[in-house]
Antibody, heavy 119, light 107 residues
């Protein structure tokens, strides 16, 4: 079955960096766009970034542009999110998800990982 | 950016009730709309995509309709496991955006 497992998040100081990873299994990873979504405590969902199958195309929310970098390694079935210059407002549960661009939805999600940025 | 406005933001209903949630887009998005259900402490799960297509495995009491700027999610007969928060999402253009959510609670 499709499985997405995010790495552990953690506590980081404002201005610091953190790299999240997402291990995919149960499907042909290289066939799918992948995406990151976050959810601040008690708040709604915010799309963060997505990446095409061959990494040729990436897109970011304005709130993270220039600070976060999405990448993938199809040989390792892994997705990454490098987060730099972290701010308190980046505190959230971060989810990786499979982005089905044929049916236009996020059809599989990881369990989420909490990133806390202390000021 | 395309804004999605969900209404209501909170809904109190009883088991067996018919429930309708509305999602309005700030500009036309054709049928590039999905609906997700999220239970506390869990990741969201897709219910509906392309505005009206039921995701495999989702009960038929869930249905979606609409196109352009106005969309609805309907639960024909609310079940105990349906008490959750529901989000709409537009996938017409970047940045991809979500509605603010509708929390469905037990009356």
């Amino acid at each position: 079955q499709v499985q997405l497992v995010e790495s552990e998040g953690g506590l980081v100081k404002a201005g610091g960096s953190l790299r999240l990873s997402c291990a995919a299994s149960g499907f042909t990873f290289s066939d799918y766009y992948m995406t990151w979504i976050r959810q601040a405590p008690g708040k709604g969902l915010e799309w963060v970034s997505c990446i095409s199958t061959t990494s040729s195309y990436t897109n970011y929310a304005d709130s993270v542009k220039g600070r976060f970098t999405i990448s993938r390694d199809n040989a390792k079935n892994s997705l990454y999110l490098q987060m730099n210059s972290l701010r308190a407002e980046d505190t959230a549960v971060y989810y990786c998800a499979r982005y089905d661009t044929s049916s236009w939805n996020f059809d599989a999600w990881g369990q989420g990982t909490l990133v806390t940025v202390s000021s | 950016d395309i804004q999605l406005t969900q209404s209501p933001s909170f809904l109190s209903a009883s088991v067996g009730d018919r429930v309708t949630i509305t999602c309005r887009a700030s500009q036309g998005i054709s049928s590039y709309l999905a609906w997700y259900q999220q239970k506390p402490g869990k990741a969201p799960e897709v219910l509906i995509y392309a505005a009206s297509t039921l995701q495999s495995g989702v009960p038929s009491r869930f249905s979606g309709s609409g196109s352009g700027t106005e969309f609805t999610l309907t639960i024909s007969s609310l079940q105990p496991e349906d008490f959750a928060t529901y989000f709409c999402q537009q996938l017409n253009s970047y940045p991809l955006t979500f509605g603010g959510g509708t929390k469905v609670e037990i009356k």
